[in-house]
Each structure stands twice: as structure tokens, then as C-alpha cells.
């Protein structure tokens, strides 16, 4: 919301129209012999056997998948293949002009893609540095397979170098790209400029966007093309990432040489189908992929149908369209016409579509008739062309041959490591910066007005005679978190940070307050409300090399990020075989007082899923230096607070917050209070909750409590936990979500297992309700209560004597909700 | 007509009794007097004699069982005995895997997993016994504790939800038995865990030390005429009605004498009150092979020479035999306690107060001791020993020694008739 944006009623009000321009659709027109201008006949020829080496190469798994055979040689290959047989031209003229330093992202579809993408930066890489990716790359495990016995040239070794690493990856061999942990689906190669393909439909529509905002940020040069399908325009994060990607702050408040739109081709690859569902006619309602542009910003972003069957006409495209974003008017919307000849999958017998229309788009097949003119023009000839053809398959034979061979190329051994996926979860990894350089920034750390406001803060709550200073002179758990993070922007070049208000507005909870005097646009801007993009486009970003702090205001809203969190944001380090970093710290704000949709704590939800760190600290002290710890990692943590507590001060740490920087490590629970006779972990800010029922416990009933706070819940050390109960012999575990199926059931369930002959008592949990989070003036019917603790303690652990509960945690009324489902 | 055997109750506070061996078959003939089973409590073992003769029909517990007392061990009927009656009984077996039968069952006797609420029953585990008084099983933390400090749960009352033994029940609660020799002769040493009586004897004692402020006053008494008493009684040995009272029984008789006039030491003491006897319940320390027993013998102050004389006798002997009745070996049936060690030569100790007794008599070796035998002339006297330890919470020095003083002065005095 900048004020130097004037909202201007009478020119709102005013009467008018919004005129479109005509978007161009398959305007291309130009012969072959025209183009041998711009072309040598080399090239045109290469052309050509790029083609055929990406037809070959899914012709042969087709046969795998088919007929268990390739050439006489049996194979079962039980993973998915999706192949793209038909869509040749559209995948080579795509990336005929682009280069190692050009990103593409792509879909399930998307072997032709790697192939092209890959065939391109090699060719238009110096043998140098290719002989260096191929020798550094696993330690030169793949370079060692395909070196042996090579005769030729070095760019001939990276071709053979191409296809092995792509189908030993799709074939799950430990010598694959990714190790065997992408596949087919996934497999991708970032030397080449080849990022991960991604299996979810539409999944790289705002992962891409992320990659493009780092290549304008931190100015490095190339493009970044998204390669998704047709029917991934009807997908949220796709349309979320297009609308971040349009921003008009680009152009109307970024600065400088930041000014101007993002360096991304959106491009269609459109087969007309998603599956059996046919775009259009059927399952849109575009007709035309291409007028998606029209209606997303003023420049209809350079929208456009161009002729896939074609290479030159898709050449022709990018060549134009590249231009525009070296202009920095980006991005572009393609919507490039193209055809699969093969099912979605082989199990698809294409029963949604006719013969004659298979027949029909096989008469436009792209290779035969660029080879026709080819031979028409007299560019090559039928007999070079036959060479090129076997040269083609032997080389795919070859590669076959390898890729199948277990000696050569051994599946990742599991039985002498079981743990050896677990090993590429998380980098765990310590670097103050992704990048070396002067972090951009407006004034120095010193002139800041929240950093001075600060200052003169208490960072101990209680004073000599442990009376509390008053809300406003205390450190708060909000200024923790405010240190962490501008100090890490001082520090970090490539940090960036978006989401909903967090510049001017300084975030909805004044957390990120200062942070806007101290940063240009590009390093701190607010997103559109698009929970998907924003973290879509932040693993985008940390792929490609960068640190970020996206935000997700209030946690209800985590499930509009569903796939970003769940399916993206966790997996590319481990799908990559531990080659990308995910340096991104999420910042997720659980809510209060705002009923069912604002007040939620889905910690458990994303614990459950692997891949992430989970956080959630209660204190000023450990908000910080987990916030540290979790910025000089390099892995992806969700990092939760409290709506509840952001104004809350250092209570536990005696001396109060460290001025300087320090790091919680990751993972530690910590004791907040020693107690002999029950432990109660706590989880969140629930904390100050059990604080209170340990006081009354220890009045009332002389009941000793030990409190610990989880501060993590993944990873989590349980050694302090199961000491504490080896002491007391009592547990409870207790947080603020919703109890059913939740991480603090897990938590119960371990400590029992690795306790078990110390407890007094089962582990007890008491968490939020199994319902809606209702009103403010209810939520204490929601929330855990002191008292809810004591009561429980009392029922189902230690009775404590004149008791009497308030709250009825018996075995009957907990069978009676869960037959109710509550 | 089919009889039911019922668990006996061995004194009123057993409430449970293990079945150690079963003598009968099912199906045997038995005849009156013919042992049906073996049992004990944590204190002694004790066996069964049918008391009538039949066929043992149904066995309802097995060798190893915990039984509650007036609970029925077994039937004893004709062959031909209403079948019904046998099924009935039968379903009552304990640890029917049937859970509906067991649904039939009177709650009395099984307080255990009746109630599916409840937490359930507690699974008999290698080393647990099954059924646990009032409650619905115990904590893991508290059977581990249990375990290593030997105690046993069955006669614990659980205070945790349901009913549930948890670990501050096990405070203040008794050690049992638990037998396992591990012994490797590879070894230096072999570790044998304590017998029950040991681990009882252990913690009484250990704890009587911990627990009262104890101090030992040591006096000679004139033994002269106690020999004499002594000699007098040999020599009636082979009469008829003859009784042989042994020292030990004169030492007692002259302890109870003198108590009478000193009600203070005759007593407890129980947190802040003292429990004054109105009779002397005499506890006497006796040796046994499974180790120090003390059976009180109650109202000694009631009993001639010869009565206390007899009890004692039958008494140790019960003892050493396993057969005694557990309430009379509580240290709170007593009210004072004499422990001689005079027949092993010892001539001074500091007896162990048994708690919560106020105090114990040593009585040691009889010894001679130059005296003053008047008139210028010196000669040796035999004396005994008499130790007494008492508690210095309940009782004073002055008290104490005139007490012992006046001990002394009845064994001067002793006179039989």
C-alpha cells in the first residue's frame, strides 16, 4: 500500500473501455529456404537429429513399456514414463537458443525438454567447462560410465553423458541425475540448466516465477522457461504464479535497475489434452490457450499461439520473445500447438480420441516433414540422413545398454545403509550467505528506528526485584524475531522477503515494522494474496541459490499453499539427490481471538510431512536464536508463532536477550522449569498456560512440575524428555492443536515406547478441541486451560488429593466424542 | 454332595495366599487327613489336610496362584455329583479366557478388569503376579520400583486413576519373596537374592534404626538364684507334669513381673501417642532356619511359669517349621521384646528395637564377676548380662535404668516353687 500511489476517485469513476490488442496465432509463415539465411545447414541439420535423438529415446521406452524389449534386449522398467512422442519440435525449438545459464522448469512430460535443453547448453558450452560439470558432478560417478571406451569429442562424451544421466534417473539407478530419487517424472540436471520437472500438474506455474525473481534480484543472467501443459492453466498455483509474475510493482515502485517485469516464458506445451480431458472444447474454456494473456496485465503478456510442430516457427518465437525480455517487459505467455502421439501414460488406449484425428496430427508430424525439406531444399540427403538415424539409435542403445546394466549402474544400496534417503532429507548445513556481496540496503543497521526503539528496551522481563516492566518497555518475542531477520539481511545478499503487508504495513503484526526503511523494493515487497505463489515462488527461488523468508499471515491460510508445502517446498532437496539447497524459512503466524478460519495450529500438519523443519519457540530468546539457526541453514523450515505471545517478554532466559547473535540449535527442547514429580511438554505458547497450572499445582496440591518446551518439533531430540520422565515417572504433553491425529499423539507415543518402564502413568495429551476454534470470548472452551491440565493430571495420571475437575477427561467421555468424530 | 475348599484365612490381615503345590490329582480318591495342598503368605507356609474323604473334582486355581483367602481352591465330592453344580464351579476357574463368564463372576472377587472403562486386567507377566487388590494394575514405572525393592504388590491398595498402583503407593509397603539363585562358579562371589524373611527382617530392622532415637543400657544381675531355679527344674525331668522351663523362661518371667510396675516400658509408641498395655504381649526373638522370627505371646502377665514356658516351646517350634500364624510375628502384636543370645556366650549387644515397640531386653551370657560377699570376704558371683535398648523418643534414662534395675532385682530375687 504506498501512499505515493494516489487512488484517484475521479479517474476510477470515470466511463470507459478496456481495448485488447489481437493476439497473433501461428503467424509464422516463413520457408525453410528463407530461413537458411539465419541458419547453416549444419545447424538445420542438427536440428534434425535432436529430434530424432528425443524421438528415439522415448520410442524406446514406449517398447520397455509395451513390450518389455528394446532391440532384443528384455527390461522391466515398473516406473511411470509419460512421454512426449509427437511433441519433438516444439521441445527443440524451445530450446534452441538458450543456454546453460537459461533455466527451464518443467512437468511430468518433460524427457524431450531435458534432452533439447541439455543437447542446447552442450552445444553452445566450451569443452572446458563441460568436461568440468561432467568430472565434478557426483564426484565424476556418471562421467566415469560414459567416459569409458568414448571415442570422440568431448561434446559427443556430454551427449552420451545427457542420455545416461537422464535414463538412469529414470530407471532409479544411483548413477541417475538425482541419484534415482527424481525419476521420471522429476529427473532434471542443473548444470545444463535443467531444473526440476515437476510431477504435480501446474507445479512449476509459480516455482518458475521464483526462479526468474532470482535471476532479476541478485542480476544474473538468462532467462527461465516454464514448460507446462495445457491443462495446467486451470490450476491455482499456475494462475497465482502468473499474477505474482504480473505484478505491477515491478514496473510502477521497483527502483532503479530492479525496474521492470520478470525474465519468464510461460510456455504451453499444448498437446490439447490433460490426460483424456480435451482443453478446449471440452475442459476450458479459453479455445485459445494463448488469450489467458490478454486479460493478466496491460501488455497481455506478449501472448501468443505459435506453430509447435514446427522447430523454426518455435525458434522463430523465442527469438522474439527473448528480446522483449531482455527488455525487461517479461513475462511471456506462448501457447506453442503441438500433439502427443502416445497415451498420457502406456496405460492410456487413448479411448477419448479418434483414430482419423490421430492420423490426421501424424500427416503434421514434425520430424517427417522437417526432414522432407530437409532433403527438398538439398540442405542433406536421404543416405546422411540415414547415417544421422543409426548414429541416433546406436547412441540410445548404447545408452540402454548401460542404464540397464546393474554392475554399471546399481540401484542406491539400502540394505547396507538403511538409512540412506533419510541421509538426503536436509543439507544440514551451516553459510552465512548463499552469496558473496554487499547486501543491498538503504540506511546503516544503526539508524534504524526500530533497531533504536529497541535499544531502549528491557530484554528481561522482571526487573532487580522481579517485578515485570511494563508491555511496552519489554523486549517482545516480535523484536526476536525482527533481530534475526534484519541482521541475516545485513548479512545475506540474496535474502529476500514477501508475503501479504509486509512492506509499509511492516506485517499484519508489526513484526517486520522497520524493515521497509532499511530495504529496496526487490529485497522486501508485499505478494498478492496468493498463499500458493508465495511459497511456490520462494522454493523457486532458494533452488536456484537464494535465501528467502516467505510469509503465510495466519496459519488457516497454509492450506492454500497445500502443494507448495506438502509437495514442493519439503522434496526437491531429497528429488535432487541432495544437489539444490532449499534455504527458505516460512513464517507461518498462528492466529487468536479470530474464530474457526484465523485461529488455528496446523504445527502437526506440517509435521507429519518429511522434509521439513518445524519450529515453534514461545520466548523472545528462542524466537531469536532459533530464527538465527534457522536463517544459517540451508534447509526449508516452517517457522511458527503466536499471535498470542508476540508481545510477550523474555520471562525464562535470566539476562535477558543477547544483544549480539547466537543460534538455538535446531531440534533441542528446552527445560523452562525443573520439578520432580510430573514433566509437562509443552508445545508453542501454550507454555505460559502451563506455567500457570504448574503454580497452582505446586500451591495446592505440593506437585512439582518440570516444564519443557518442545521450541521444535522436527527434528526433535527426545533424550532431555525421556530424562526428565526417567525422573518424575509422569508426562503430559500438551499444545494448542486440535488433538486428534496430532504431533503431540506422536510425541506420547514415543516417550511411552522409550519410557515405558519409568512411567507412572500412560502419557497424557491435552490439546485443543476436535471443532471449530470459536469466538474469542469461547476459546477458552478450545484452547487447553490451566485448568484442563490440572484435571487431566488428576483423572488420568496422578489423582491429587480434594480434587475436584471441572473438565471431564475420563475414558468414557473420550470414547463418547470420538464416536461422535469430535 | 460336593464340598467346596475355601482358601483358609491365616490371620486377619492376609488377604491373599499362593498355592505352592497341588498333593491331588483331579479325579483321585481322598481320604480325611490326606494333604490337598501346599500355600503360604509372604510369611509362612502352611498346608492343607482334607478333612473328609471323596474325589478331588475340580482343582479352580493352579500351583503358582494367588488366591484370596475364603476363595474355593477346590471341590471335593462323589463322581457322581451334580454336573451342574461342577460347571458352575468350573467357569469360576480363575483366569477363565472366557470374557463372558468371567462377566458372571461376583464382583468381591474379581475387582479386576470388570469394568472395560476400567484400564482392563493386568496381564500376568513374567514376573508379576496377576491379580492386585482393589485395583486395575499397576504403572510400569511402579512394577520396575516394586521389583527392585522387593515388594509385593499384591497387598497394595492402588490410589492412581482406576484404581491403578502407582509408585507412592508402594511407600511404606512390605518386601516379599522372590528366589532366584544365580550362582557361577566362575565367579568370585554369587549374588543370592534375600528370602523373603530376609528382606523383611532387612527393612524392619533398617528401618527401626532409621526411624527412633535408640540407646542401650547394660546391668549384671545376680544370676545365683536363677541357677538354682535352673537346677531345680532338671532335676524334676522324668516327673510327671514336668516342664522344661529354661532360663530364657525365667529371665522372661522376672521381665514380665517387673513390667507390671513399670506400664511405660510395656508399650508403643505411635507417631505423638504412646500405646500402654494393659497385659504384657511378650515377643521372643527365636532363630529359625529362614531367620529371626519374633512371636509375641499375648498377655504373658496371665500365664503361670509353666503356661509361658509351654507357649514359648510350642511357639519357636512353630516357627521353625513355617506353621506360624502371621499375626502373631507383626511387630505391632507386641508390646515389649526380650532376645537372648546368652546360650552363644555373647555378653553384651545392643539389641534392635522392634518397632513400634519402645523397647527390647538383651539377655547375654551368664558370666562370674568378683562381688562383695560381705564381711570383708570377696568371691566370684555368676551374673548375667542384661542389655537394654529402648527408645529414647518414648522413654528417659531414669526410666529405663530403673526399669532394668528392677529386671535385675527380680532375677536376684527369683524364686520356684
Known amino acids: 500500500m504506498p501512499k505515493n500511489q494516489f487512488i484517484d476517485p475521479d479517474k476510477i469513476r470515470r466511463k470507459g473501455e478496456i481495448i485488447f490488442q489481437p493476439l497473433p496465432v501461428n503467424q509464422y509463415d516463413k520457408s525453410l529456404s528463407e530461413e537458411r539465411k539465419n541458419f547453416s545447414d549444419d545447424a538445420l541439420v542438427g536440428i534434425y537429429r535432436d529430434m530424432m535423438l528425443i524421438r528415439e529415446f522415448e520410442s524406446m521406452l514406449n517398447l520397455i513399456k509395451t513390450t518389455g524389449e528394446y532391440r532384443g534386449i528384455a527390461y522391466n522398467h515398473p516406473g511411470p514414463a509419460h512421454l512426449s512422442i509427437g511433441q519433438e519440435a516444439a521441445a527443440v525449438g524451445m530450446a534452441y537458443n538458450l543456454d546453460a545459464d537459461d533455466y527451464i522448469f518443467g512437468s511430468h512430460r518433460s524427457h524431450g525438454e531435458i534432452l533439447a535443453k541439455g543437447l542446447s547448453a552442450i552445444h553452445r558450452s566450451d569443452d572446458k567447462s563441460l568436461e568440468a560439470i561432467m568430472r565434478s558432478y557426483f564426484n565424476g560417478s556418471i562421467y566415469d560410465v560414459v567416459a569409458k571406451n568414448h571415442e570422440g569429442s568431448i561434446k559427443g562424451l556430454a551427449t552420451k553423458f545427457l542420455l545416461y544421466g537422464t535414463l538412469a534417473e529414470i530407471f532409479a539407478r544411483v548413477t541417475g541425475f538425482n541419484k534415482g530419487l527424481g525419476g521420471s517424472m522429476h529427473a532434471f540436471f542443473t548444470p545444463f540448466g535443467v531444473y526440476p520437472n515437476n510431477a504435480i500438474v501446474g507445479g512449476s506455474g509459480d516455482i518458475s516465477v521464483g526462479a526468474a525473481l532470482y535471476k532479476k534480484v541478485n542480476r544474473k543472467k538468462g532467462i527461465v522457461v516454464a514448460n507446462i501443459g495445457d491443462a495446467s492453466m486451470a490450476c491455482g498455483p499456475v494462475w497465482e504464479g502468473i499474477s505474482f509474475a504480473t505484478m505491477d510493482q515491478f514496473v510502477e515502485l521497483w527502483e532503479g535497475d530492479m525496474k521492470g517485469g520478470l525474465p519468464l516464458i510461460i510456455n504451453i506445451m499444448n498437446n490439447h489434452y490433460g490426460m483424456g480431458g480435451q482443453t478446449s472444447g471440452e475442459t476450458m474454456g479459453y479455445g485459445i490457450a494463448a488469450r489467458i494473456g490478454a486479460g493478466v496485465n496491460r501488455d497481455q503478456m506478449h501472448a501468443e499461439r505459435i506453430d509447435g510442430m514446427n522447430p523454426l516457427a518455435v525458434i522463430d518465437a523465442f527469438n522474439r520473445k527473448i528480446k522483449i525480455l531482455e527488455k525487461k517487459r517479461g513475462p511471456v505467455l506462448l501457447d506453442t500447438v503441438t500433439y502427443r502421439y502416445s497415451g498420457h501414460s502406456p496405460s492410456d488406449a487413448s479411448s477419448y480420441r479418434s483414430k482419423e484425428e490421430m492420423e490426421a496430427w501424424q500427416k503434421h508430424d514434425c520430424i517427417y516433414n522437417y526432414r522432407r525439406d530437409l532433403i527438398d531444399n538439398k540442405i542433406t540427403d536421404e543416405d546422411s540422413l540415414r547415417l544421422i538415424d543409426a548414429e541416433v539409435n546406436d547412441l540410445v542403445f548404447e545408452t540402454f545398454k548401460l542404464a540397464t546394466d546393474d554392475k554399471i549402474s546399481p540401484r542406491m544400496d539400502a540394505d547396507k545403509d538403511p538409512d540412506i534417503i533419510g541421509k538426503v532429507m536436509f543439507s544440514d548445513i551451516s553459510v552465512d550467505a548463499m552469496e558473496i556481496g554487499d547486501p543491498e540496503v538503504l540506511i546503516p543497521l544503526k539508524d534504524n528506528p526500530r533497531v533504536q526503539q529497541i535499544a531502549r528496551k528491557e530484554r528481561y522481563a522482571f526487573d532487580k526485584e522481579g517485578k515485570p516492566y511494563s508491555k511496552m518497555k519489554q523486549y517482545q518475542l516480535r523484536d526476536g524475531i525482527f533481530e534475526a531477520v534484519i541482521d541475516r539481511f545485513y548479512k545475506d545478499p540474496t535474502l529476500v522477503a514477501f508475503g501479504e503487508e509486509n512492506r509499509d504495513w511492516g506485517g499484519a503484526f508489526a513484526v517486520y515494522r522497520g524493515l521497509t526503511e532499511a530495504l529496496p523494493y526487490h529485497r522486501l515487497f508485499n505478494s498478492p494474496i496468493s498463499e500458493g505463489a508465495i511459497v511456490g515462488v520462494a522454493v523457486g527461488y532458494a533452488m536456484s541459490g537464494g535465501r528467502v523468508i516467505p510469509e503465510i499471515m495466519y496459519c488457516d491460510f497454509l492450506g492454500r499453499s497445500g502443494d507448495e508445502v506438502f509437495n514442493q517446498l519439503p522434496k526437491w532437496q531429497a528429488m535432487s539427490g541432495n544437489v539444490l539447497k532449499m534455504p527458505v524459512v516460512l513464517r507461518v503466524s498462528v492466529g487468536s481471538k479470530y474464530g474457526a478460519q484465523h485461529s488455528q495450529d496446523w504445527t502437526s500438519i506440517v509435521a507429519h510431512i518429511p522434509g521439513l523443519k518445524v519450529l515453534f519457540p514461545a520466548t523472545p530468546y528462542d524466537a531469536k536464536g532459533l530464527m538465527n539457526a534457522a536463517l544459517q541453514g540451508t534447509d526449508p523450515v516452517v517457522f511458527f508463532e503466536s499471535q498470542r505471545i508476540y508481545d510477550t517478554g523474555e520471562q525464562f532466559h535470566k539476562g535477558g536477550v543477547p544483544q549480539g547473535y547466537y543460534e538455538i540449535p535446531i531440534g533441542e527442547p528446552d527445560i523452562k522449569r525443573s520439578g520432580s514429580d510430573i514433566t509437562v511438554l509443552s508445545i508453542g505458547a501454550t507454555l505460559y498456560r502451563v506455567v500457570e497450572a504448574a503454580d497452582i499445582l505446586q500451591e495446592r496440591y505440593n506437585i512439582s512440575t518440570e516444564i519443557i518446551d518442545a521450541r521444535s518439533l522436527v527434528p526433535f531430540n527426545y533424550e532431555p524428555v525421556l530424562e526428565s520422565v526417567r525422573k518424575t515417572g509422569r508426562i503430559m504433553i500438551t499444545g494448542d492443536a486440535s488433538e486428534r491425529g496430532s504431533f503431540m499423539n506422536d510425541m506420547a507415543r514415543n516417550i511411552t515406547e522409550m519410557a515405558f518402564d519409568y512411567l507412572d502413568a500412560p502419557a497424557v495429551v491435552v490439546g485443543s478441541r476436535n471443532w471449530i476454534t470459536p469466538a474469542y470470548e469461547l476459546e477458552d472452551y478450545f484452547f487447553p486451560q490451566p485448568d484442563w491440565i490440572i484435571d487431566a493430571i488428576h483423572t488420568s495420571i496422578l489423582p491429587l488429593e480434594g480434587h475436584t475437575v471441572k473438565n471431564d477427561f475420563s475414558n468414557k467421555t473420550k470414547i463418547e466424542r470420538a464416536k461422535r468424530g469430535i | ?417
Not at chain 2, 493352579?62 to 475364603?70: A, F, I
Not at chain 2, 518371667?253 to 511378650?282: C, W, Y
Not at chain 2, 532363630?287 to 519374633?294: I, K
Open chain 2, 1 to 417: 454332595m460336593a464340598t467346596q475348599i475355601k482358601m483358609p484365612r491365616q490371620g486377619q490381615s492376609v488377604e491373599y495366599c499362593i498355592i505352592t503345590k497341588l498333593y491331588v490329582e483331579e479325579g483321585s480318591e481322598v481320604k480325611e487327613g490326606d494333604l490337598l495342598f501346599a500355600y503360604e503368605t509372604d510369611k509362612a507356609s502352611f498346608e492343607y489336610e482334607s478333612e473328609q474323604d471323596g474325589t478331588l473334582l475340580k482343582w479352580l486355581f493352579s500351583e503358582g496362584d494367588e488366591v484370596p483367602v475364603l476363595e474355593t481352591v477346590c471341590i471335593i465330592g462323589e463322581l457322581a455329583d451334580d454336573e451342574r453344580g461342577f460347571e458352575i464351579h468350573a467357569g469360576e476357574k480363575h483366569g477363565s479366557p472366557d470374557p463372558l463368564q468371567r462377566g458372571d463372576i461376583p464382583l468381591s472377587r474379581h475387582k479386576v478388569g470388570t469394568s472395560p472403562l476400567k484400564g482392563g486386567s493386568h496381564p500376568p507377566g513374567p514376573s508379576g503376579p496377576s491379580p492386585f487388590k482393589g485395583g486395575s494394575g499397576i504403572s510400569p514405572r511402579a512394577r520396575k520400583m516394586a521389583e527392585e525393592m522387593g515388594i509385593d504388590i499384591s497387598m497394595i491398595k492402588g490410589s492412581g486413576p482406576g484404581g491403578r498402583i502407582i509408585v507412592r503407593d508402594l511407600e511404606g509397603a512390605e518386601i516379599t519373596e522372590k528366589a532366584v539363585t544365580t550362582t557361577d562358579d566362575s565367579m568370585e562371589y554369587s549374588d543370592e537374592p534375600l528370602t523373603n524373611i530376609r528382606k523383611i527382617i532387612a527393612r524392619s530392622m533398617y528401618q527401626s534404626l532409621q526411624n527412633s532415637a535408640q540407646l542401650t543400657h547394660h546391668l549384671g544381675a545376680d544370676a545365683r538364684k536363677l541357677l538354682e531355679a535352673r537346677e531345680k527344674i532338671k532335676e524334676a525331668k522324668g516327673q510327671q507334669d514336668f516342664v522344661n522351663i529354661t532360663i530364657n523362661d525365667l529371665v522372661c518371667f522376672a521381665v514380665i513381673k517387673a513390667l507390671a510396675d513399670h506400664p511405660r516400658i510395656n508399650s508403643q509408641l505411635h507417631g505423638e501417642t504412646m500405646r500402654l498395655f494393659r497385659h504384657v504381649n511378650l515377643g521372643i526373638a527365636v532363630d529359625t532356619d529362614r531367620g529371626l522370627m519374633v512371636p509375641v505371646i499375648k498377655s504373658a502377665d496371665s500365664l503361670s511359669i509353666e503356661e509361658f514356658s509351654k507357649r514359648t516351646a510350642d511357639l519357636s517350634e512353630q516357627c521353625r517349621s513355617g506353621a506360624v500364624d502371621p499375626d502373631i510375628i507383626r511387630p505391632e502384636a507386641g508390646s515389649f521384646t526380650v532376645s537372648n543370645l546368652g546360650n552363644y556366650g555373647v555378653e553384651m549387644f545392643t539389641p534392635v528395637i522392634n518397632l513400634p515397640q519402645t523397647a527390647i531386653l538383651g539377655v547375654n551370657a551368664i558370666v562370674p564377676r568378683p562381688a562383695d560377699l560381705g564381711g570383708g570376704v570377696y568371691g566370684f558371683i555368676p551374673y548375667i548380662g542384661l542389655s537394654l535398648t529402648y527408645d529414647h523418643r518414648a522413654l528417659d534414662g531414669a526410666e529405663a535404668t530403673r526399669f532394668l534395675k528392677q529386671v535385675a532385682e527380680e532375677i536376684k530375687n527369683i524364686e520356684i516353687k
